[in-house]
């Protein structure tokens, strides 16, 4: 991993391994945005899959380790609060 001004960029091997962590996230928001325990009609619950839909895409473009770690875990608190019935 190279640094550069204090930061610590993603290389090939870490874009890689984090991967397969981001698309299962990615599936479990929109499988618990699915449940019926939320209070969402038709109309927002499409709205809130395309809000997580834009979130992820942005993430996609991040290159840094640091805000890789940080978007992980606010989708890892998010699908805690949406398997609690919970939107956040």
């Known amino acids: ?8 960029w993603a290389t090939a ?3 890689a391994r984090n991967r397969p962590v981001v698309l299962s996230l990615y599936r479990q928001i929109l ?4 449940s019926p325990e939320l209070p ?3 109309a927002a619950r499409l709205a809130k899959k395309a809000e997580c839909r834009a979130i992820f895409i942005f ?3 991040e290159r840094s380790l640091h805000n ?3 978007l992980v875990e606010a989708a890892r608190h998010t699908l ?6 919970r939107l956040p």
């Open 80 to 85: 805690g609060l949406l398997n609690r019935g």
């Open 59 to 61: 993430g996609a473009e």
């Open 13 to 15: 091997e870490d874009l």
């Open 68 to 70: 890789i770690r940080d």
């Open 40 to 42: 969402l009609g038709h």
């Open 31 to 34: 499988r618990a945005l699915n």
């Open 1 to 8: 991993m190279a640094k550069g001004s204090g930061l610590i």
